[in-house]
Structures are given as C-alpha cells and as structure tokens.
Nanobody, 122 residues
Framework: QVQLVESGGGLVQTGKSLTLSCEAS????????MGWFRQGPGKEREFVAS???????????DYAAYVQGRFSISADTAKKTMYLQMNRLKPEDTAVYYC????????????WGQGTQVTVSS
C-alpha cells in the first residue's frame, strides 16, 4: 500500500512562491502517474497537475488551466518524492493541497493524506 505525505505549505503573500513535497512510501516511481489536487474553502477537490513515469523516466506532465505557466511539477525518483513549485501565487490558490496516484486527472486511491495548507494573502 502506498502512503503519501504532503508538506511544504504555509502563508505567503500574493506573487510569492512555495514548493510543496509529496513523499511516497511503499512503491517506486518506476511506472506510475502521480498528481496534485487541492481543495479550497467551500470548494470541491480539484486537479492541479500530474506527472508520469515509465521505467523511471518522465514521459508526461499535465496542468490544469488555472495553474498552467505558474506551477511546475517534478519528481526525484530516487527519493520517491514529488514536488510542486508554485510561482506567482494568487489568493485563489489558497487551499489544502493533496497528492495521490492518478490515471489522467483522476485519483486512483480513495483515501487521502492530511494534505498541506497553502494560504495566499492579498
């Protein structure tokens, strides 16, 4: 069973940057797609970005329109850790951010970690 632990959130001002981390245990990053999701106050959880690996090599990345050009997803397969570099943050990016194994833009696991809170002040 894969366990995922998110970290790196915090309180930042509009326009600033943050990098989130998602550490996975119990599975390698050999052939897998991993993704970030977020749930803002009073909103449903939504897809943010994903990254896919075959044989440990990245072959795809995908971004939701509302973060395209501002966020960047990456991973260190040796550390089994995925990252989300978030630049030019906006107040509407305020949310709890979660990671999961994905197929396309859909989460595979129906369980979620504790997430990491990102708050962007205006």
């Amino acid at each position: 069973q894969v366990q995922l632990v998110e970290s790196g959130g915090g309180l930042v001002q509009t326009g600033k940057s943050l990098t989130l981390s998602c550490e996975a245990s119990g599975r390698t990053f050999g052939n897998i797609e991993m993704g970030w999701f977020r749930q803002g106050p009073g909103k449903e959880r939504e897809f943010v970005a994903s990254i896919g690996f075959i044989g440990g090599r990245q072959y795809v990345s995908d971004y939701a329109a509302y973060v395209q050009g501002r966020f960047s997803i990456s991973a260190d397969t040796a550390k089994k850790t995925m990252y989300l570099q978030m630049n030019r943050l906006k107040p509407e990016d305020t949310a709890v951010y979660y990671c999961n194994v994905v197929q396309g833009r859909r989460p595979v696991f129906d369980y979620w970690g504790q997430g990491t809170q990102v708050t962007v002040s205006s």
